[in-house]
């Protein structure tokens, strides 16, 4: 399999709205499509936003992909008052 084959899937989340990233690899994990690989992007509101449920649910998705590799990439958005 060539890295060109593999389908990559942005995931945006934040927490909170963990159940609906477990639903959504859920499905993609189920997929006839194999290759796939999960790009998961959770947005911060603030810097004390804890991100340990949604890195638990990675760390249990992670091995269900062929690619192995599900990525966690962080955003933290500052917003002026």
Do not use: A
Not at 50 to 73: A, G
């Amino acid at each position: 399999m060539r890295k060109n084959d593999f389908i990559s899937v942005i995931i945006r989340t934040m927490p909170g709205r963990e159940k609906f990233l477990d639903k959504c690899l859920f499905i993609l994990s189920g997929q006839v499509y194999e290759y796939i690989e999960p790009i998961v992007v959770v947005q911060k509101l603030n810097e004390k936003d804890s991100l340990e449920n949604i890195e638990s649910i990675i760390t249990f998705w992670k091995k269900k992909f062929i690619i192995n590799n599900l990525c966690l990439l962080k955003h933290i958005i500052n917003i002026l008052k």
